[in-house]
């Protein structure tokens, strides 16, 4: 499986940004699809994660109401539309699949495979 992230960029505080996750290979129908980030100095945390059967969502706190995870099935794409994005959202932001759909979707280490990442800078 390979997953291939973009959309990062610089954004002043307030602003938007839209990333995506193309997925390709051996996937299952049932998956899960989640977005992390990492900022410097600091460890990976969760920000949100989709079940594609289903699509039921879950979100971090810090970024509940900001952030929307969706997807699109026929291009195994999901999206990651961030508004009202804040200098604490500065990060590096991976996506991650699992072809078991009933793994703990918060913890980063059940994920077998990750993009490579991609940079959000949010200026204040």
């Known amino acids: 499986v390979q997953l291939q992230a973009s959309g990062g960029g610089l954004v002043q505080a307030g602003g938007s940004l839209r990333l995506s996750c193309a997925a390709s290979g051996r996937i299952f129908s049932r998956y899960v699809m989640g977005w992390f980030r990492q900022a410097p100095g600091k460890e990976r945390e969760f920000v949100t994660a989709i079940r594609w059967s289903g699509g039921s969502t879950l979100y971090a706190d810090s970024v509940k109401g900001r952030f929307t995870i969706s997807r699109d099935n026929a291009k195994n794409t999901v999206y990651l539309q961030m508004n009202s994005l804040k200098p604490d959202d500065t990060a590096v932001y991976y996506c991650?699949?699992?072809?078991?759909?009933?793994?703990?979707?918060?913890?980063?280490?059940?994920?077998?495979?990750w993009g490579q990442g991609t940079e959000v800078t949010v200026s204040s």
């Open positions: 991650a699949l699992d072809n078991n759909v009933y793994i703990d979707l918060r913890q980063s280490y059940l994920y077998d495979y």
